[in-house]
């Protein structure tokens, strides 16, 4: 009789832990179901802020960087001085990519 129940208590404590396994993977489920959605349905947006903010702070530090210089926003001498400064910029960027890949 002992043997039985034993049995039965390890089949008991089989499904148990079945189903806890079941809700913790419905629960994972469930909450990668979330972010995929939520990145469906705002994904470009966020994308699209973060573009214009970038392209903003840029702005504000362009104009900074040639007024420190006497170059008034505006002049042709702004122009120039803001595209030299996109070609820093540009360049930067480049270093830092093959930094990453480890190509420099």
């Given at each position: ?26 629960a ?30 840029i ?46």
């Amino acid at each position: 009789m002992k043997a039985g129940s034993t049995a039965s208590n390890g089949t008991q404590s089989g499904n148990s832990t079945t189903a806890s396994s079941k809700l913790i993977v419905g629960a994972i489920a469930l909450f990668v179901g979330a972010l995929v959605l939520h990145n469906i349905l705002y994904g470009a947006a966020i994308r699209n802020e973060a573009v214009r903010l970038e392209a903003e702070v840029i702005g504000v530090e362009t104009k900074e960087f040639c007024e420190r210089l006497g170059i008034s926003a505006g002049s042709e001498r702004f122009a120039v001085c803001s595209e030299v400064l996109s070609d820093a910029r540009r360049n930067e960027a480049t270093r830092r990519a093959g930094n990453a890949a480890g190509i420099l």
